[in-house]
């Protein structure tokens, strides 16, 4: 898989060094020209993360991520224009 493919992050739970890069168990095709991962947003909630797929000309997909237990936990198909509001605990 191409490494622009993947998404890297750092557990700063634990000490910062080679082994606290990890790769996160999300993937986007690498033979799939027309989509790729746009963004990554977060909120309070450190295990949790918004990742902003770019779907097509009209569309984005925002997937809601658990880091800790890498699985996805929602999604949602929306247009070009739209702005994520997270709440307090740490909810989109």
């Known amino acids: 898989m191409s490494d622009e493919c993947l998404i890297l992050y ?5 000490e910062v060094n080679n082994e606290s890069l990890q790769i996160m168990d999300f993937k ?3 033979t799939d020209n027309e989509t790729w991962i746009k963004g ?8 949790r993360i918004a990742i ?6 009209e569309v984005d997909t925002i997937y809601l991520w658990d880091i800790e237990e890498q699985v ?3 999604s949602y198909d929306v247009g070009k224009i739209y702005e ?3 709440d ?3 909810n989109l």
């Open 10 to 14: 750092v557990d700063f739970t634990k």
């Open 28 to 30: 986007v095709s690498p």
């Open 40 to 47: 990554i947003k977060y909120g309070v909630d450190e295990n």
């Open 52 to 57: 902003i797929v770019h779907m097509s000309k």
């Open 72 to 74: 996805e936990f929602g």
């Open 84 to 86: 994520l509001i997270w």
């Open 88 to 90: 307090n605990s740490g």
